[in-house]
Protein backbone atom coordinates (compact mmCIF):
# COMPACT_ATOMS: atom_id res chain seq x y z
CA UNK A 1 0.00 0.00 0.00
CA UNK A 2 1.48 3.33 -0.83
CA UNK A 3 2.53 5.78 1.77
CA UNK A 4 2.49 8.99 2.48
CA UNK A 5 5.59 11.22 4.58
CA UNK A 6 4.45 14.12 6.44
CA UNK A 7 6.61 16.71 8.79
CA UNK A 8 4.84 18.72 11.44
CA UNK A 9 6.05 21.04 14.12
CA UNK A 10 4.87 22.85 17.01
CA UNK A 11 5.84 27.02 16.98
CA UNK A 12 4.94 29.57 19.50
CA UNK A 13 2.86 32.40 18.67
CA UNK A 14 -0.30 34.36 20.33
CA UNK A 15 -3.65 35.49 19.80
CA UNK A 16 -5.54 38.47 20.66
CA UNK A 17 -8.05 38.22 23.63
CA UNK A 18 -9.46 41.79 23.74
CA UNK A 19 -8.92 44.53 21.22
CA UNK A 20 -7.78 47.75 22.96
CA UNK A 21 -8.27 51.45 20.97
CA UNK A 22 -4.98 51.74 19.67
CA UNK A 23 -6.05 55.25 18.60
CA UNK A 24 -6.16 56.12 22.62
CA UNK A 25 -2.69 54.28 23.29
CA UNK A 26 -4.35 51.07 24.47
CA UNK A 27 -2.67 47.84 24.01
CA UNK A 28 -4.64 44.61 22.72
CA UNK A 29 -4.47 41.89 24.86
CA UNK A 30 -2.77 38.61 23.89
CA UNK A 31 -2.23 35.32 25.02
CA UNK A 32 0.66 32.77 23.87
CA UNK A 33 -0.81 29.84 21.79
CA UNK A 34 1.05 27.13 20.20
CA UNK A 35 0.43 26.32 16.34
CA UNK A 36 0.97 22.97 14.61
CA UNK A 37 2.26 22.85 10.83
CA UNK A 38 2.75 20.42 8.76
CA UNK A 39 3.39 19.63 5.16
CA UNK A 40 4.01 16.30 3.01
CA UNK A 41 7.44 15.43 2.32
CA UNK A 42 6.28 12.91 -0.51
CA UNK A 43 2.88 11.39 -1.59
CA UNK A 44 1.95 8.02 -2.36
CA UNK A 45 5.15 6.38 -2.54
CA UNK A 46 5.47 2.84 -3.10
CA UNK A 47 7.42 0.54 -0.24
CA UNK A 48 10.50 0.22 -2.24
CA UNK A 49 11.38 3.87 -2.10
CA UNK A 50 9.77 4.52 1.56
CA UNK A 51 12.79 3.48 3.81
CA UNK A 52 15.20 5.76 1.21
CA UNK A 53 12.78 8.69 1.83
CA UNK A 54 12.08 8.43 5.28
CA UNK A 55 16.02 9.11 6.00
CA UNK A 56 15.71 11.77 3.73
CA UNK A 57 12.82 13.26 5.65
CA UNK A 58 14.45 12.56 9.09
CA UNK A 59 17.80 14.49 8.50
CA UNK A 60 15.80 17.22 7.08
CA UNK A 61 13.29 17.14 10.09
CA UNK A 62 16.15 17.10 12.68
CA UNK A 63 17.56 20.26 11.10
CA UNK A 64 14.46 21.98 10.65
CA UNK A 65 12.60 21.37 13.86
CA UNK A 66 9.88 19.06 12.55
CA UNK A 67 8.57 15.63 13.60
CA UNK A 68 8.39 13.29 10.89
CA UNK A 69 4.90 10.74 10.25
CA UNK A 70 4.18 8.36 7.78
CA UNK A 71 0.78 7.47 7.10
CA UNK A 72 -1.65 5.55 4.33
CA UNK A 73 -2.11 7.34 1.08
CA UNK A 74 -6.10 6.53 2.07
CA UNK A 75 -6.10 8.99 4.50
CA UNK A 76 -8.99 11.52 4.09
CA UNK A 77 -6.77 14.29 6.35
CA UNK A 78 -3.44 13.66 6.31
CA UNK A 79 -1.51 16.86 7.48
CA UNK A 80 -4.52 17.61 10.08
CA UNK A 81 -4.12 14.63 11.62
CA UNK A 82 -0.32 15.02 11.73
CA UNK A 83 -0.75 17.96 13.64
CA UNK A 84 -3.33 16.61 16.18
CA UNK A 85 -0.83 13.64 17.27
CA UNK A 86 2.07 15.83 17.11
CA UNK A 87 0.14 18.43 19.48
CA UNK A 88 -1.09 14.98 21.44
CA UNK A 89 2.43 13.79 21.38
CA UNK A 90 3.91 16.73 23.46
CA UNK A 91 0.80 16.96 25.75
CA UNK A 92 -0.43 20.35 24.34
CA UNK A 93 -3.77 21.62 26.09
CA UNK A 94 -6.60 21.85 23.38
CA UNK A 95 -7.39 25.42 25.25
CA UNK A 96 -3.79 26.51 23.93
CA UNK A 97 -3.48 24.61 20.52
CA UNK A 98 -4.47 25.71 16.92
CA UNK A 99 -3.97 24.44 13.81
CA UNK A 100 -2.22 26.10 11.04
CA UNK A 101 -5.04 26.41 7.66
CA UNK A 102 -2.72 28.12 5.81
CA UNK A 103 -2.12 31.96 5.20
CA UNK A 104 -4.75 34.17 5.31
CA UNK A 105 -7.28 31.90 6.99
CA UNK A 106 -8.50 31.25 10.66
CA UNK A 107 -6.61 29.04 12.91
CA UNK A 108 -8.10 25.67 13.49
CA UNK A 109 -9.20 24.98 16.99
CA UNK A 110 -8.97 21.22 18.18
Not at 38 to 64: D, G, M, N, T, Y
Not at 67 to 77: H, L, N
Amino acid sequence: MPTTIVLSRIEDDFEVTARGRVDLGERHKTRDIKVARALIWRKSLPESKFAKELVKAEEFAKVEGYEVFAFPSTERDLLNRAKRELLARHGVSPDVARLWQGEGKPLGRL
